[in-house]
Nanobody
Framework: QVQLVESGGGLVQAGGSLRLSCTASGRAFNSYGMGWFRQAPGKEREFVGSIRWSGGSAYYADSVKGRFTISRDNAKNTMYLQMNSLKPDDTAVYYC??????????????????WGQGTQVTVSS
């Protein structure tokens, strides 16, 4: 089992920045690919980005490319989502997820084995 806990959400004005964290406990964090998803009110959950177990290049949804950056620190069992130039459309509950894989996980929810409870991000105009 892997437990994931997100933190860092909150209220920010448009154009501002936030950094989310996802801390894992349980099994060897450095064996797992990680992803971020979000769900806005009244909408389905959507892929934000993902990163392979070793870090390095991440894979992003077009809607956040150039504004969001995913990184991870395996020594701290933590993945980060740095969000810059935030827009009201970024308002959502943000979830982290993980799957045991040596590859960069994709954008399908079904790929992921474990999920956090989510953290709310609200961007005001």
């Amino acid at each position: 089992q892997v437990q994931l806990v997100e933190s860092g959400g909150g209220l920010v004005q448009a154009g501002g920045s936030l950094r989310l964290s996802c801390t894992a406990s349980g099994r060897a964090f450095n064996s797992y690919g990680m992803g971020w998803f979000r769900q806005a009110p009244g909408k389905e959950r959507e892929f934000v980005g993902s990163i392979r177990w070793s870090g390095g290049s991440a894979y992003y949804a077009d809607s956040v490319k150039g504004r969001f950056t995913i990184s991870r620190d395996n020594a701290k069992n933590t993945m980060y989502l740095q969000m810059n130039s935030l827009k009201p459309d970024d308002t959502a509950v943000y979830y982290c997820a993980t799957v045991r894989t040596s590859w960069t996980p994709g954008k399908s929810e079904g790929e992921y084995e474990y999920w956090g409870q989510g953290t709310q991000v609200t961007v005001s105009s």
